[in-house]
């Protein structure tokens, strides 16, 4: 099995910073893309950013130029640096994983989320 860990989320003033973590660990053969999400109160989750193996980013319109997406490829960990944050990033971010893992002799691709981390920003 493949686990994904968390941290880096709590409470900050609108205009602050966090930074977040999540790592992989598990019978992991290899990551594909990885990637941010978030879910506020009474909304759907919605993706934040997600990156590639090779470094490729993406970012939802509403984060652009204030998040960056990052990750370490030898500790299968990913990074969220979130800056200007508004209290509209209220949410708890969740991140996933595209991984490639063993079972046995074989390998399977399946997605994996973390359990979450909430961030909450005041105003």
């Known amino acids: 099995q493949v686990q994904l860990v968390e941290s880096g989320g709590g409470l900050v003033q609108a205009g602050g910073s966090l930074r977040l973590s999540c790592a992989a660990s598990?019978?992991?053969?290899?990551?594909?893309?990885m990637g941010w999400y978030r879910q506020a109160p009474g909304k759907e989750r919605e993706l934040v950013a997600t990156?590639?193996?090779?470094?490729?980013?993406n970012y939802a319109d509403s984060v652009k130029g204030r998040f960056t997406i990052s990750r370490d490829n030898a500790k299968n960990t990913v990074y969220l640096e979130m800056n200007s944050l508004k209290p509209e990033d209220t949410a708890v971010y969740y991140c996933?994983?595209?991984?490639?893992?063993?079972?046995?002799?074989?390998?399977?691709?399946?997605?994996?989320w973390g359990q979450g981390t909430q961030v909450t920003v005041s105003s």
């Open positions: 996933l994983s595209d991984t490639l893992r063993w079972v046995g002799a074989s390998r399977y691709r399946d997605d994996y």
């Open positions: 990156i590639t193996s090779d470094g490729s980013t």
């Open positions: 598990g019978s992991i053969f290899r990551i594909n893309s």
